[in-house]
Every structure is written in C-alpha cells, then in structure tokens.
C-alpha cells in the first residue's frame, strides 16, 4: 500500500490518497468511521488498483471548511477524479462514502462501470427512522456498528473518550492524549455532520434512479445505525441493483466479513 | 457597578420522582408533564416578578431564550421584554438574548430589537447569544457544524441593518436579501450595545473582544470555573488592551434571609429543585459534532452541559451547592461581601442575579428580589466608579454610585 497527497483546485484540498493493489482501478469511499487500509481493502486489491481518498475532514486530508455542503463535496470528488485521470472505473461506497458513491453515479452515471453500496446513508423513511447516531451512548453506538459487541474495535468505540462528560486537564500527558482524539473526533464527525445532521436526508432519492451500472446494495443483518430494511428502498430506486444482506454483521460489514463482501464485489465486476 | 436581575422563568411543578423517571428536561421532555394552567400562572408571575425587581431598585432586568425544555419557559424573550418595555419605565431592559444563527432571515431578530428599542424609548441591550446545544442544534436542528459560521453572518448582517443609512444588498452564504431596509430603526444611535451570553468558548471571548461587546458568563457551577473561565477572557481582553470590568458581566444565584435557619427553611428545597431537575440534562445532547471547535477542546474546556449543569450527575444538597459557590446564600451583609468578593475578583461591572430560581413560589420570589434589591444592591453600586461604562443603554436609568453611560462606539 502507497500513501500520497493530492493536490485539486490549486492546493485548496491537499487531498490523502491510499493506494494498494495492481490492475485496472477501484475507487473506494470509506464510512463515517473513517479510513484505514484493512484486510477488506486488501482482498478488493487482489486483481485491483484500489484508490481509497481520506474525505476532506478526515485523517490528513485538508480542505474541509470550504465545503458547506453536499453538493459542494461532490463538485470536490469530480475535480479529484479529473486530477486522477480517472473513468470508466467500478466505484465502492460504505456508510457516509456509500451516500457519496451514489450522488456521484447519479451525476456522472458513464464514469462509473459497476456500483456497490455497503450500508449507505442518504435515504431517509419516517416509518423506520435512522437512529440519532449524533447523540445515542457510545455502547449503544458500538452495538449498532458491530454484531460481536465484545470484538477489540466494538469495545473501542463503547469506551472510547467522550467530550460529553470528560474532565480534561491539558496539563497532563494523558489529557492531551485525550484532548488529541477528540479534537480529531471533533472534525470528522463535524464533517460527517455537514452532511448528515439533523436528518441524514439531502435528497438523494430524487436523483437514485440514474443509477443504472449494474450495482450491489450490501447491509449488515445487525446494522443498527442505519436499519437493514434500507436497502430494499435503494434497490427500488435503481434499475439494475441487487441486495445482499450478510449475517453476522452490522454497520461495519466491510470490516466484519471482509472476504465474503469482497467476493460479492468481485461477482459484481464480473456483471 | 450595574446590577441586573436575570429570570429563567423555570417550570416550577415537575413531579418530584422527574429525575429517576425522564433522562432530560430539555430536547425530549415529556410533553405529558406540560400544563397549560400553570404557564399561565408561570408567565404571569414572572412578568410581574421582573416589574417588581425594577420598583425596588435594580438596574435592569434579564430574560432569555431557550427552547423544547421546563428549564426555561421563554423560546420567545422578545413577548416578554414588550410587557416590560410598556411596564416598567426606566430600567434597561436586556433580553440576553435572541439566537441569531437560528433565524432565517436574521433581520427579523434586527427588527424585533429595534421594535422593543422604541417602545422602552432607547432601553433595550440586545444579547446575541450562539445559544446552547440543545437549543440550536436538537430543539432546532441546526448544524452544528456551521452553527458559528451562520452567527458570525447574522451578526453582521443585523449590525449593518441597523447602522447603514442606505439601502443595501446582502450576498451572504446563508442569508441572501436585495433590499435590505429594516422599519423601524432603533432609537439609540448608532445601536442598542450587544452583550454576548457565553459558556466558555475561546472564540467568544475573541468576538467580544474585537467586536467590542460586552461577554457575560452565565454559568451555575460556581465560582471556580467562574474564575477559570473569565481569567481566561481577562487574558485575551488584558492582552488587546482591555482592562474594563463593564466590558464583562457574571451570573450568580442569590437567596437572602436573616440567619442559617430560615435560609434552609425557605431556600433549601428550591435550591435542590434548581439544580437537580432543572438542569438535568441527557449528556448525548451536550457535545453535538462541531458545536465546540477545536481551540476550546485543546484548551481542555469542557462540554455545555457539564459547565451549564454543574459538572457532576450526582444529586446534592442545598449545603454542598452553597459550598461549591453555586449560590451566595446568606444575611444581606454576607451576601453583599460575598458579591463584592466576586465582582472584583473576577473583574466584572455588570452583576446579574438570580432571586427566582428553581421552583421559588411567587411570594417567596418577591420577598428575595426585595431584599437583594434593597439591602445588598445599593451596597454594592459604588464599585468600579472610576471606569465608564460602554455598555449600558442610552436611555436607561443611572442610579447613583454607577457609572455614567457613553456611546457604544
């Protein structure tokens, strides 16, 4: 794996690219968790270039406040793209990226060869609301990312630092261990937040139906920070998607079942 | 030195098992726990407990907003600063404040001031608070994240609406107006002066600052994150060349009795009310993503709801919050000691208290704001006599031992 900056629109986003793999490109978006180069991302570069971009707001990518909103994020990923050289490529999408992946193929369906969504924000349905992610406890958020809450990142997330009731004194090394994470916490979910709050819905079941790629919806069985009956209400807006959704997984499905949602993929390449 | 008297208006009647049974009284508070007849009641006490503070001598009187919550019944201040402003006659009359970022368009916010500016005949302070993050981004789905972009917009837009003679267009990123030409106009000239209410972020303290408004920390957890939190103001202020202390404005709950018996005979329970309903707050809604920026992290300031509350989910005691210093409890003379103690060590010429809070019924609320006003207040008007204070209205009243007002610019 190979890690490079990018520069798009003069310098305005410096832009943190992950790069692992051989053969034709692969553009990967990760989720609201952020980006790490993971066993998932491994099995996809077998037979692949996989491009996995950190979103502006998360690990070192620069450029986040000059985005106010949706449309001004995907106006960013199709400079990026340009600047890439970028076409014709199968685009991967999990979470907060999966919302991105398809306002991307809706805008520019012909850039984009095959389509696969793994447990994607963007629609929303008042009869089966999207949890509050933004304010539920940590335990309750890591029980609706992972299915095995006693996994080493599920307890991560459960325990995990929280401005909400923290005393911090920057005075101490440990405070500014703390004072780290949550500043860097503070950012991404600030970002996620331009796009997502109060109600994780910018419309994007107007535009759905223009992608026609064939496509894949994936969905954790356990997903519990956006519910699994979700990915029928994607597959009806798109032509020519199919739905699986993987037991013994929740939100971070790509995570959880690495090998067998990379496999889903490489079927769908094979479309 | 200026002493306001601050109202909450608190829902007074939450049962009394509300802590064990609901997570918040703000955001999502049942809405079976709401009655009509008592925010009658509630409403009206309470306008006339701020008439009442203006007879027996205050400076000014406070009110503020708040939304989807029983801590303060007031979404709307600016209805109740148009009773004050025909009810009262002198008084300065501070509505601290309206949230600017929430209001679309904000000239609204330009226009309601200045309307409440010409009936009081030039009283008004116009507060400009952020507001809280149940206010702004739970009870009004505000993004966090853009929340002081957007207020940093209204600001100034509300500020050119009021000063700039021509008409003018507005091509912000949030608020797009051709004509902007607001009727009425204010009556003090150039403005009211703004105060900024603050719970301790960096970046308010720069605005006041720069902008030259008056920062008020209002806070109940006492006197030492009192004192963290404006040494940390002073520093920045000290730093531009600002030493005013009318430049700073302090909160601080205040009961006064004749001796320790019938403090907790009288207060003791409202106290607890206060502090261990009114601001029992579900921690989830306290820190929403981007509502505090980095700066204020770093410097290890904690979330809204741990200062707003009062850094513990324990329940205590009338004692233990006096202790704290969450409130002055005392006879006249302790109180004005203890206040004088305060003001002058954390530098601030403008004191807002208290003397309704928690669940304090109205006569009691009377007796207290009557004392204080009476028997501490004029015992405390001669501090900071050697400064001018630039941020008090044009036209409200200077009583004696205070300081003069000059124009805000």
Request: hydrophobic share 40%.
């Amino acid at each position: 794996m190979n890690e490079r900056s990018v520069s798009v629109r003069n310098g305005d986003f410096q832009v943190d690219v992950l790069e692992g793999g051989s053969g034709d490109p692969l553009l990967y978006l990760h989720g609201i968790a952020g980006l790490q180069w993971t066993p998932f991302l491994d099995q996809l570069a077998n037979g692949h270039t996989v491009i996995a971009p950190h979103t502006p707001g998360f690990g070192a990518t620069t450029g986040t406040e000059s985005l106010q909103d949706l449309q001004d994020l995907i106006y960013f990923y199709l400079d990026l793209l340009d600047d890439l050289g970028l076409d014709k490529l199968p685009l991967v999408g999990h979470s907060l990226g999966g919302m991105f992946a398809a306002e991307l193929a809706a805008i520019q369906p012909a850039r984009f060869s095959h389509v696969a969504l793994a447990a994607p924000f963007g629609l929303w349905d008042d009869s089966d609301q999207i949890p509050d992610l933004f304010s539920i406890p940590l335990p309750e958020l890591a029980a609706g990312m992972y299915a095995n809450v006693e996994s080493e990142p599920a307890v991560a997330v459960a325990t995990a630092p929280s401005a909400r009731m923290t005393e911090v004194d920057p005075d101490t090394a440990e405070g500014q261990e703390t004072i780290s994470y949550l500043v860097e916490r503070s950012k991404s979910m600030s970002t996620a937040a331009k796009y997502l709050w109060p109600i994780p819905n910018r419309g994007l079941s107007k535009r759905l139906h223009r992608v026609t790629q064939p496509a894949l919806i994936i969905w954790g069985e356990k997903d519990g920070v956006i519910p699994p009956g979700y990915a029928d209400r994607f597959a009806a807006k798109m032509p020519n998607a199919a739905v699986h959704v993987v037991p013994d997984a929740a939100h971070m499905v790509v995570d959880e079942q690495p090998g067998y949602v990379a496999g889903l993929i490489e079927s769908l390449l094979a479309r | 030195m200026k002493i306001e008297m601050f109202h909450l208006c608190p829902y007074r009647d939450l049962p009394e098992d509300f802590r064990e049974k609901n997570r918040s009284v703000w955001v999502d508070v049942p809405s079976h726990l709401f009655d009509a007849e008592i925010a009658t009641r509630t409403y009206n006490e309470t306008l006339d407990e701020l008439k009442y503070a203006a007879e027996m001598g205050y400076d000014g009187i406070c009110v503020n907003e708040h939304h989807q919550n029983a801590y303060g019944l007031m979404p709307s201040p600016n209805l109740m600063g148009s009773v004050m402003a025909r009810e009262t006659k002198d008084v300065a009359i501070i509505i601290m404040g309206n949230s600017i970022a929430l209001y679309d368009p904000p000239i609204r916010v330009a226009e309601e001031f200045a309307m409440l500016d010409c009936i009081s005949g030039g009283r008004l302070v116009a507060g400009f608070p952020v507001g809280s993050a149940m206010d702004t981004a739970y009870g009004y789905g505000s993004n966090p994240a853009l929340l002081r972009d957007k207020y940093a917009e209204a600001e100034e837009l509300i500020l050119k609406a009021w000063t700039e003679k021509e008409i003018f267009a507005f091509d912000g990123k949030y608020t797009q107006l051709r004509y902007v030409n607001i009727w009425p106009r204010p009556m003090q000239n150039p403005r009211p002066p703004v105060w900024v209410p603050g719970a301790g972020s960096i970046e308010t303290w720069n605005t006041c600052i720069d902008k030259g408004h008056l920062y008020a920390y209002l806070s109940y957890s006492g006197y030492k994150r009192g004192k963290q939190v404006m040494d940390g103001f002073w520093k920045v202020a000290n730093a531009a060349g600002v030493d005013n202390p009318y430049h700073a404005g302090f909160l601080q709950l205040v009961c006064v009795a004749d001796n320790e018996q019938e403090l907790h005979d009288k207060y003791a329970a409202h106290t607890e009310y206060f502090f261990n309903k009114m601001l029992h707050i579900y921690p989830g809604f306290a820190d929403p993503p981007g509502y505090r920026t980095a700066d204020t992290i770093k410097a290890g300031l904690l979330s809204q709801t741990t200062s707003f509350g009062r850094g513990s989910t324990k329940e205590l005691t009338f004692d233990e919050f006096r202790e704290a210093g969450n409130v002055v409890a005392g006879t006249p003379s302790q109180v004005t000691e203890q206040l004088r103690e305060i003001a002058k060590d954390l530098h601030i010429g403008h004191l807002m208290l208290l003397n309704q809070f928690g669940s304090i019924p109205h006569e009691l609320a009377k007796e207290n704001i009557r004392r204080t006003a009476q028997e501490v207040v004029p015992n405390l008007r001669d501090m900071w006599s050697e400064y001018e204070d630039h941020w008090w209205p044009q036209n409200a009243i200077v009583r004696e031992g205070t300081a003069a007002p000059t124009s805000a610019d």
